[in-house]
């Protein structure tokens, strides 16, 4: 099988540039260290097994993670109409207690500053807009699919890549809005992206109950994320997802050019990564601009102080409740 090796950095980057990817999956998996080496007999074994199932293209593979609940497509398509009522998008999302919840949570958060709280859903709708809507739905429908207890690798991993999508989502509004493109489908992509991940956990969850070596190498690092990409396309084409969301995932990993949903994805998932290994004490806030380059570091960095505030945020209105 080919292996995709990391990118390596610019000839023009500096010599303190720093690789992401070579700090995020040794800490998503739980290894020490990446290591420049060829692959071990288990990393081939497992990448093998992922290889099967990406390549069988089986839209069974949707199974290996929680069904979305039934009101996410009806209401997503709803969300497409340019003449929907609050009314009508009211009626839907009242089918569905943990959306009603959600929608109630997020409207009354110290986000918004309301002086009185919002006691229902149409009120809240008329607060939160309909593309915020879009969001919400979509980041409330995808959590249970980062669920744990499914297996060794998916509870090590599940609520840490679930932190990764809460500030990807953030960081695929911003760049969705420098990008001109359609914010939220920016945001399904960030989603669906690892979505892809979980399943990938899953496969490998599936061979044994436990690894039997460290999986350190980065040739199994890019291999693994390769192969979490194609998955996740898989899973949407199954789920019946835009094909613009499909495109930008299945070319995410190339240079960017002149495809600007792709780009959004790429500099917004590098940017969350970033955010989120300083949160973890990987990297300090004096090397985030060491690992950046390119055109968009500039904006790469504004994103980064806009999830630091968010990060801020949320922590003032845990402390508040």
């Given at each position: 099988?080919?292996?995709?090796?990391?990118?390596?950095?610019?000839?023009?980057?500096?010599?303190?540039?720093?690789?992401?990817?070579?700090?995020?999956?040794?800490?998503?998996?739980?290894?020490?260290?990446?290591?420049?080496?060829?692959?071990?007999?288990?990393?081939?074994?497992?990448?093998?097994?992922?290889?099967?199932?990406?390549?069988?293209?089986?839209?069974?593979?949707?199974?290996?993670?929680?069904?979305?609940?039934?009101?996410?497509?009806?209401?997503?398509?709803?969300?497409?109409?340019?003449?929907?009522?609050?009314?009508?998008?009211?009626?839907?999302?009242?089918?569905?207690?943990?959306?009603?919840?959600?929608?109630?949570?997020?409207?009354?958060?110290?986000?918004?500053?309301?002086?009185?709280?919002?006691?229902?859903?149409?009120?809240?709708l008329?607060?939160?807009?309909?593309?915020?809507?879009?969001?919400?739905?979509?980041?409330?429908?995808?959590?249970?699919?980062?669920?744990?207890?499914?297996?060794?690798?998916?509870?090590?991993?599940?609520?840490?890549?679930w932190?990764?999508?809460?500030?990807?989502?953030?960081?695929?509004?911003?760049?969705?809005?420098?990008?001109?493109?359609?914010?939220?489908?920016?945001?399904?992509?960030?989603?669906?992206?690892?979505?892809?991940?979980?399943?990938?956990?899953?496969?490998?969850?599936?061979?044994d109950?436990?690894?039997?070596?460290?999986?350190?190498?980065?040739?199994?690092?890019a291999?693994?994320?390769?192969?979490?990409?194609?998955l996740?396309?898989?899973?949407?084409r199954?789920?019946?997802?835009?094909?613009?969301?499909?495109?930008a995932?299945?070319?995410?990993?190339?240079?960017?050019?002149?495809?600007?949903?792709?780009?959004?994805?790429?500099?917004?998932?590098?940017?969350?990564?970033?955010?989120?290994?300083v949160?973890?004490?990987?990297?300090?806030?004096?090397?985030?601009?060491?690992?950046?380059?390119?055109?968009?570091?500039?904006?790469?960095?504004?994103c980064?102080?806009?999830?630091?505030?968010?990060?801020?945020?949320?922590?003032?209105?845990?402390?508040?409740?």
């Amino acid at each position: 099988m080919t292996v995709l090796a990391l990118d390596p950095p610019p000839a023009h980057a500096p010599e303190r540039a720093i690789n992401v990817d070579t700090l995020f999956f040794p800490w998503l998996l739980s290894t020490c260290e990446g290591e420049v080496r060829d692959l071990s007999e288990e990393e081939s074994r497992r990448l093998r097994a992922l290889k099967r199932v990406a390549d069988s293209d089986n839209p069974a593979t949707a199974d290996l993670v929680p069904r979305l609940p039934a009101v996410l497509p009806m209401l997503l398509r709803s969300l497409r109409e340019r003449n929907v009522s609050n009314s009508q998008l009211a009626e839907q999302i009242t089918q569905d207690a943990v959306l009603v919840a959600a929608v109630l949570r997020q409207v009354n958060s110290s986000y918004f500053r309301r002086s009185q709280s919002v006691n229902n859903i149409e009120d809240a709708l008329t607060v939160i807009g309909q593309n915020g809507l879009r969001m919400l739905v979509a980041s409330v429908a995808f959590k249970p699919l980062f669920s744990t207890g499914l297996g060794y690798f998916t509870s090590l991993c599940a609520p840490r890549l679930w932190e990764l999508s809460s500030l990807q989502g953030i960081a695929c509004r911003h760049f969705a809005a420098r990008l001109r493109v359609d914010p939220f489908e920016a945001f399904l992509a960030g989603l669906l992206q690892n979505v892809g991940v979980i399943v990938a956990l899953r496969v490998l969850d599936q061979l044994d109950p436990a690894p039997q070596g460290e999986l350190r190498s980065l040739a199994f690092h890019a291999s693994f994320a390769h192969y979490s990409r194609r998955l996740a396309c898989v899973v949407g084409r199954h789920w019946g997802f835009p094909e613009a969301v499909i495109d930008a995932i299945d070319a995410e990993a190339a240079p960017a050019g002149a495809e600007a949903l792709p780009q959004v994805l790429n500099l917004a998932g590098k940017t969350a990564r970033i955010r989120l290994l300083v949160k973890k004490g990987l990297l300090s806030d004096d090397e985030v601009e060491a690992c950046l380059d390119g055109d968009n570091v500039a904006a790469c960095l504004d994103c980064y102080r806009e999830l630091c505030d968010a990060d801020i945020q949320e922590t003032d209105s845990s402390t508040t409740q």
